[in-house]
């Protein structure tokens, strides 16, 4: 991808589709941080909400009365929460896709992964109680073959899980010992 800023007209020109939000921020501060760039107002904003697990969720704002323009004909699309007036051009066609979906981890390529993400996710307090209550339904149905359910008049048992059956007057109570 080839990013070019003209600026006395204040046009950023792109050459391909911007599918990685944090790589083009880095090439837009590169172009004002130049000789010539570093006279000129500043592009853009940049804002990154922390998200937990080492996830980011970016945003780009182009300001300072920046434009993106695709100069060549074809079909674009932008990956992420770039908030930019787009320059009509004859036969462009961008498409934006903006969403928490585009979350990034790095830039670069280095940090967590989706695994490490998806672990600490599940190491939360909540997520581990609800995954042992879910543990614990599938079982007491007799559907988990490693603790076999096992039923008789006075109660119920499954693994290290045991429950008194009672009656009185027609009403079963199961009671969690």
Known sequence: MTITVDW???????TASIPDLPAF?????????????????VTHTWKALDLGGGAFMYQLDLING????????GNYTISGNLNAVIV???????ERNRSVAYVTTA?????PNAEDIAA?????????ELANRLAEAWARL?????????????????GAVLMALSEAGGAVTVTRQ
């Open 8 to 14: 006395q007209t204040r046009i950023i020109n792109s």
């Open 25 to 41: 921020h880095a090439v837009l501060r590169d172009l004002e941080d130049d000789a010539t760039g570093a006279i000129y107002p």
């Open 66 to 73: 920046y434009q993106l323009k695709f100069p060549n004909a």
């Open 88 to 94: 009509p051009a004859p036969g462009v066609y961008v």
């Open 107 to 111: 830039v670069g390529g280095s940090g």
């Open 120 to 128: 600490a996710v599940w190491s939360h307090t909540q997520a581990v």
């Open 142 to 158: 007799g559907l988990d073959p490693s603790r076999p359910l096992m039923q008789n008049e006075t109660q119920i048992s499954f």
